[in-house]
């Protein structure tokens, strides 16, 4: 058995432990609210606004950059991870998505990382071609549109035919759905000829297409991130959570450990005086 001085310390070092986890569980539920709020208020422009882009496209011409849907054998996987840990298998889920998709061997696999760790594990197996850590810092529309104009330039330059966005969707503080979206070409809608028939266009069909789809594209990123930050803090309070009740626990036991110890140790000193005193006596 340990000594008192050793059961102390790994009760204080415990105890240290679970502040600093309760801690970052109160900041990550702070943050978890208005990230919540954020992406449920956005997420119904965002749905709307991609489904009726995919009804265009569907009667567009398939000769249209956007749409045109061949056969890809150079692939972009957008991987939006976070940058710090502590959120359970918040990274890990995604990271491991994307060595699966990445290990198709007819494709010829890229990827843009948003978020530090999964930049770290990736670049030390795959071709990483930018890593925008940065973006979470300041989460803005405007730094956001900056990256998808990247990415719509790229496709359009023809260095990659088919871009993918790998992420933790939002659905609450316990539960995160890893998600695989295709960001470029543009799928159209299966049930698209029953919708169409129900839009007046003015001006052309395809003006208005040119026009929603670098909008529909820089949204669609802006609320991947927005899903994947809340997811990151829903994480990371569950995650603090469990840290916090499994350190009470051990630092109870740790208590009672001490004090069996303490008692063990205070017996043996009675027995030793009563058993000099009896010697003294005899």
């Not at 995919?54 to 996987?77: G, M, P, R, Y």
Request: aromatic share 6%; proline share 2%.
């Amino acid at each position: 058995m340990a000594n008192l001085k050793e059961i102390r310390n790994r009760i204080s070092s415990v105890s240290s432990t679970m502040q600093i986890t309760s801690a970052m569980k109160m900041v990550s539920a702070a943050k978890l609210k208005k990230a919540q709020d954020a992406i449920v208020a956005m997420r119904p422009y965002s749905n709307k606004l991609t489904g009726i882009l995919q009804d265009l496209s569907s009667s567009i011409d398939s000769d249209n950059v956007f749409i045109q849907n061949t056969e890809a054998n150079k692939t972009l996987i957008i991987c939006i991870t976070s940058n710090r840990g502590l959120c359970g298998g918040f990274n890990s889920n995604i990271i491991k998505k994307c060595i699966s998709l990445a290990s198709n061997k007819n494709q010829e696999v890229s990827f843009l990382c948003l978020g530090k760790k999964g930049s770290d594990i990736l670049s030390k197996r795959h071709n990483v071609i930018l890593t925008k850590n940065e973006i979470f810092e300041d989460m803005s529309f405007e730094n956001v549109k900056e990256i998808a104009d990247l990415l719509i330039q790229k496709f359009v330059d023809e260095e990659f035919e088919k871009i993918q966005i790998v992420y933790n969707r939002f659905k609450n503080a316990a539960t995160q759905i890893i998600t695989n979206e295709q960001f470029l070409p543009i799928l159209p809608a299966d049930d698209s000829q029953e919708n169409n028939q129900n839009y007046i266009f003015e001006p052309s069909k395809l003006k208005i297409i040119n026009e929603l789809i670098p909008k529909s594209l820089r949204t669609q990123l802006f609320k991947a991130l927005r899903d994947s930050y809340a997811s990151e803090h829903g994480a990371r309070m569950t995650a603090m959570h469990k840290a916090t009740d499994n350190a009470t626990e051990l630092r109870d036991q740790l208590k009672l450990t001490y004090n069996k110890a303490r008692q063990a140790a205070i017996t043996n000193e009675i027995l030793e005086i009563v058993g000099g005193a009896e010697a003294l006596n005899n």
